[in-house]
């Protein structure tokens, strides 16, 4: 299994500005399928991205890429904030470097866990 690491970045980014507003994966998909029939790329199921955005914001949250928000900083207790490895795990996705998908594609859904990750991430530009 390969992930939409598009998607799977447009999550983070949301997550890492949503101070005093709920984190809203479905609306994210739907947002992200308009920006990429913007592009000019045909219009994904939108169903489908639905659900794979919601099963990724449990792969973030269980592989501690986020957690939830502080009150202090801004928790609403339906958002979130990145981890240092949520910090690097966007870091990589925005770098867009085919190299670096591959990489974590070859470890398909072990590439969301803590331990495969951290280890992965060290050979990782």
């Keep these: 299994m390969s992930y939409n690491w598009?998607?799977?970045r447009k999550?983070?980014?949301?997550?890492q500005q949503s101070a005093y507003r709920h984190f809203t994966p479905r609306q994210y998909a739907e947002q992200f399928?308009?920006?990429?029939?913007?592009?000019?790329q045909p219009l994904p199921d939108l169903d489908a991205l639905r659900g794979e955005a919601a099963a990724y914001e449990g792969h973030l949250v269980n592989g501690?890429?986020?957690?939830?928000?502080p009150e202090d900083e801004g928790g609403t207790a339906e958002n979130y904030m990145?981890?240092?490895r949520g910090e690097r795990l966007l870091q990589l996705l925005e770098d867009r470097d085919e190299r670096i998908r591959r990489a974590l594609d070859e470890k398909g859904t072990a590439?969301?866990?803590?331990e495969v990750f951290d280890d992965l991430e060290l050979t990782l530009p």
């Design 82 to 84: 990145l981890t240092p």
């Design 111 to 114: 590439a969301m866990t803590p």
């Design 64 to 69: 501690e890429f986020m957690v939830p928000r």
């Design 11 to 15: 999550l983070l980014r949301e997550a």
């Design 33 to 40: 399928a308009m920006e990429l029939e913007d592009a000019g």
């Design 6 to 8: 598009d998607l799977m």
